[in-house]
């Protein structure tokens, strides 16, 4: 018995953006989910205290947006049950009241909107906006009247808060060539009568310091995850810029990498107590902070990994759990401990005896997730799973995606290479100016150790990954001789063309990666994987959405196209209507049936329950 593709495709994703909302009747919790049964849409749900669950986003709208092109918070609760948010179709933002049709209340133009935040007194939504290549803070009114324009400053901005009696205003920005996990800067600016912002000044962060999220404690200072000893923490920042105090002084992240406007790694309860979220790139927990004396108190329970959102009212934390044998699920905990219960609708899971159960190792001081082949006795077939990003992790957590493969006797090793998150920052830049090098060596440590560990099977190994994890997947074919094929998603595969072509966000992000251009163009040839791929070690499989403005899909056209000059096997499946990532039941499950076909191929496996897979250059 094994897992099915619609088993997958059915638990795809995670709830985001979750929200709790104290009303009289107790608290309630709301957030988003995916549908890829409805197209891939993210359909926004409200729970009542008395356990009812309602779709409060009618079909034919979809809550994302594309700011950044990863897209940010998409919408807030409105008092009374209404909703704000951002439509995906033509990126405005609407208002939901009641029974009524959304309505509109931005003009139609280019412009997107993300991070969205309601400024407690004022009728209006605060958000950034993203005209073309330039980012502003405005406040849209809730009726639909002129936006206003509240700041300008960095080239990207995130997180605007309001201060507790309404006369300041916070927000964290930064400029290329940073990426946000590089050096922010928190800032800090008078609101005038008019309600624009004055003169701001920097209370924290730089060029080497990442500030990811910072709430107001008072009037005077902020609380901010911030990592000026090289790990994230929480700091409670005055705003007359003398030195912070570190609340949580511990080699543990207490933030992440902000890769989405709107993530939220802490919340400021009622009674000054901090939900947070915390822990390593092997699983995060949830506590509470007291700011007064620096207790720290675990309430999550037996849940072992927490999510970047993470919201409390009426004593109660509402945030998104996991475990290796449950998907990411909404839940709502007693700030106290107590309480602690599932909110959003359960899905259909296989049996438990289907589900691989993961192991954390560390091989050569690579940081990796072991998930064992079912029925395999002695050395098998691997798969080396590598991310995206590159700077992001994969938690230790359920999976199908890893379990429709160990099921099949495939086994699976999640390594969280140099320049992963959750490690602190000197681990994850290991990778500054060695993309390609690092991330393809550690993904072979990881494999090589399998080996020698009598696990894997040497001539049965392969790697796959998406986007960077693509790309590191192509570049471990062409620079390494361990693998016997890889699978690339969405994958980048010539990086000096990619920073050419790619969106503003990440135009820059090379320069951390690899090095400057002109200065260091010796290096994007070097480890150029379309510039080489006459070494490839074995066969490609390539997967890409037609939609994708992140990777255009004429990086796999021409890295296949090299191949094929040189005589190596490969195929290319392309997908009308996906973007950066796979959101449509049929295209998870058809592309989960091709991977599995390209193991039976390169394996020696038979996969007679999925379509066969033509690699072009294979007599």
């Given at each position: 018995?094994?897992?099915?593709?619609?088993?997958?495709?059915?638990?795809?994703?995670?709830?985001?953006?979750?929200?709790?909302?104290?009303?009289?009747?107790?608290?309630?919790?709301?957030?988003?989910?995916?549908?890829?049964?409805?197209?891939?849409?993210?359909?926004?749900?409200?729970?009542?205290?008395?356990?009812?669950?309602?779709?409060?986003?009618?079909?034919?709208?979809?809550?994302?947006?594309?700011?950044?092109?990863?897209?940010?918070?998409?919408?807030?609760?409105?008092?009374?049950?209404?909703?704000?948010?951002?439509?995906?179709?033509?990126?405005?933002?609407?208002?939901?009241?009641?029974?009524?049709?959304?309505?509109?209340?931005?003009?139609?133009?280019?412009?997107?909107?993300?991070?969205?935040?309601?400024?407690?007194?004022?009728?209006?939504?605060?958000?950034?906006?993203?005209?073309?290549?330039?980012?502003?803070?405005?406040?849209?009114?809730?009726?639909?009247?002129?936006?206003?324009?509240?700041?300008?400053?960095?080239?990207?901005?995130?997180?605007?808060?309001?201060?507790?009696?309404?006369?300041?205003?916070?927000?964290?920005?930064?400029?290329?060539?940073?990426?946000?996990?590089?050096?922010?800067?928190?800032?800090?600016?008078?609101?005038?009568?008019?309600?624009?912002?004055?003169?701001?000044?920097?209370?924290?962060?730089?060029?080497?310091?990442?500030?990811t999220q910072a709430e107001w404690r008072d009037e005077d200072s902020l609380y901010a995850a911030t990592?000026?000893?090289?790990?994230?923490?929480?700091?409670?920042?005055?705003?007359?810029?003398?030195?912070?105090?570190?609340?949580?002084?511990?080699?543990?992240?207490?933030?992440?990498?902000?890769?989405?406007?709107?993530?939220?790694?802490?919340?400021?309860?009622?009674?000054?107590?901090?939900?947070?979220?915390?822990?390593?790139?092997?699983?995060?927990?949830?506590?509470?902070?007291?700011?007064?004396?620096?207790?720290?108190?675990?309430?999550?329970?037996?849940?072992?990994?927490?999510?970047?959102?993470?919201?409390?009212?009426?004593?109660?934390?509402?945030?998104?759990?996991?475990?290796?044998?449950?998907?990411?699920?909404?839940?709502?905990?007693?700030?106290?401990?107590?309480?602690?219960?599932?909110?959003?609708?359960?899905?259909?899971?296989?049996?438990?005896?289907?589900?691989?159960?993961?192991?954390?190792?560390?091989?050569?001081?690579?940081?990796?997730?072991?998930?064992?082949?079912?029925?395999?006795?002695?050395?098998?077939?691997?798969?080396?799973?590598?991310?995206?990003?590159?700077?992001?992790?994969?938690?230790?957590?359920?999976?199908?995606?890893?379990?429709?493969?160990?099921?099949?006797?495939?086994?699976?090793?999640?390594?969280?290479?140099?320049?992963?998150?959750?490690?602190?920052?000197?681990?994850?830049?290991?990778?500054?100016?060695?993309?390609?090098?690092?991330?393809?060596?550690?993904?072979?440590?990881?494999?090589?150790?399998?080996?020698?560990?009598?696990?894997?099977?040497?001539?049965?190994?392969?790697?796959?990954?998406?986007?960077?994890?693509?790309?590191?997947?192509?570049?471990?074919?062409?620079?390494?001789?361990?693998?016997?094929?890889?699978?690339?998603?969405?994958?980048?595969?010539?990086?000096?063309?990619?920073?050419?072509?790619?969106?503003?966000?990440?135009?820059?992000?090379?320069?951390?990666?690899?090095?400057?251009?002109?200065?260091?163009?010796?290096?994007?040839?070097?480890?150029?994987?379309?510039?080489?791929?006459?070494?490839?070690?074995?066969?490609?499989?390539?997967?890409?959405?037609?939609?994708?403005?992140?990777?255009?899909?004429?990086?796999?056209?021409?890295?296949?196209?090299?191949?094929?000059?040189?005589?190596?096997?490969?195929?290319?499946?392309?997908?009308?209507?996906?973007?950066?990532?796979?959101?449509?039941?049929?295209?998870?499950?058809?592309?989960?049936?091709?991977?599995?076909?390209?193991?039976?191929?390169?394996?020696?496996?038979?996969?007679?329950?999925?379509?066969?897979?033509?690699?072009?250059?294979?007599?």
């Open positions: 018995m094994s897992i099915r593709p619609i088993d997958v495709a059915r638990t795809d994703g995670r709830p985001l953006w979750v929200e709790a909302v104290a009303t009289p009747a107790g608290v309630e919790a709301w957030w988003d989910e995916p549908r890829p049964h409805e197209g891939g849409r993210r359909c926004v749900v409200r729970r009542l205290p008395d356990g009812t669950r309602t779709d409060v986003l009618p079909p034919g709208y979809n809550a994302r947006n594309r700011v950044i092109e990863y897209g940010g918070r998409s919408w807030r609760p409105l008092p009374g049950g209404g909703l704000v948010f951002t439509n995906w179709s033509d990126q405005r933002l609407y208002r939901l009241d009641g029974g009524s049709p959304p309505v509109p209340i931005t003009p139609e133009g280019p412009s997107r909107y993300a991070d969205l935040y309601l400024p407690p007194g004022r009728d209006e939504v605060w958000a950034v906006r993203e005209t073309d290549d330039v980012r502003d803070l405005v406040a849209v009114p809730l009726d639909g009247g002129p936006v206003r324009v509240i700041v300008k400053a960095h080239h990207f901005l995130i997180n605007p808060r309001i201060s507790p009696e309404g006369q300041k205003i916070a927000w964290i920005g930064w400029d290329h060539p940073n990426m946000p996990w590089d050096g922010t800067d928190l800032c800090v600016a008078p609101l005038r009568a008019d309600g624009t912002a004055g003169e701001h000044r920097v209370v924290a962060g730089g060029p080497r310091e990442s500030v990592d000026p000893t090289g790990w994230w923490n929480i700091h409670l920042i005055p705003v007359d810029g003398s030195p912070g105090h570190n609340l949580t002084p511990m080699e543990l992240e207490f933030g992440d990498a902000a890769w989405k406007p709107g993530l939220t790694y802490f919340a400021v309860a009622e009674d000054g107590r901090l939900a947070v979220v915390y822990g390593t790139g092997d699983g995060r927990r949830l506590g509470v902070l007291d700011p007064d004396t620096g207790e720290l108190r675990e309430i999550g329970g037996a849940a072992t990994h927490w999510s970047a959102t993470v919201s409390v009212a009426g004593g109660r934390v509402a945030a998104v759990q996991a475990t290796p044998y449950t998907p990411m699920e909404v839940a709502l905990v007693g700030l106290d401990g107590g309480g602690h219960e599932i909110v959003s609708a359960g899905k259909a899971l296989p049996d438990r005896d289907l589900l691989p159960t993961p192991e954390a190792v560390t091989i050569e001081g690579v940081h990796a997730h072991l998930y064992p082949p079912s029925g395999v006795r002695g050395p098998g077939p691997y798969v080396i799973f590598v991310h995206g990003g590159p700077t992001t992790h994969l938690p230790m957590v359920l999976d199908l995606e890893i379990a429709y493969f160990t099921s099949r006797g495939i086994g699976v090793a999640v390594v969280n290479y140099g320049g992963s998150t959750g490690y602190g920052r000197a681990y994850r830049e290991r990778l500054r100016h060695q993309w390609g090098v690092v991330d393809v060596n550690d993904c072979a440590k990881v494999a090589r150790g399998l080996v020698e560990l009598g696990r894997a099977d040497a001539a049965k190994l392969a790697v796959r990954g998406g986007s960077a994890g693509g790309w590191t997947t192509v570049a471990a074919l062409v620079h390494s001789d361990v693998f016997a094929g890889g699978v690339a998603h969405y994958a980048i595969t010539d990086p000096e063309s990619w920073a050419a072509e790619t969106h503003d966000f990440e135009s820059r992000y090379l320069d951390g990666l690899v090095g400057p251009l002109p200065e260091t163009r010796q290096r994007y040839i070097e480890r150029s994987p379309l510039l080489n791929a006459a070494r490839a070690s074995g066969p490609c499989l390539m997967l890409h959405g037609l939609e994708d403005a992140i990777v255009d899909v004429a990086q796999a056209e021409r890295f296949t196209a090299e191949l094929d000059k040189h005589g190596k096997e490969w195929a290319l499946l392309t997908f009308p209507g996906e973007q950066h990532g796979w959101r449509r039941e049929e295209t998870i499950v058809a592309a989960l049936e091709a991977e599995l076909a390209f193991y039976g191929l390169i394996f020696g496996m038979e996969t007679p329950e999925v379509p066969l897979l033509k690699l072009k250059g294979r007599a």
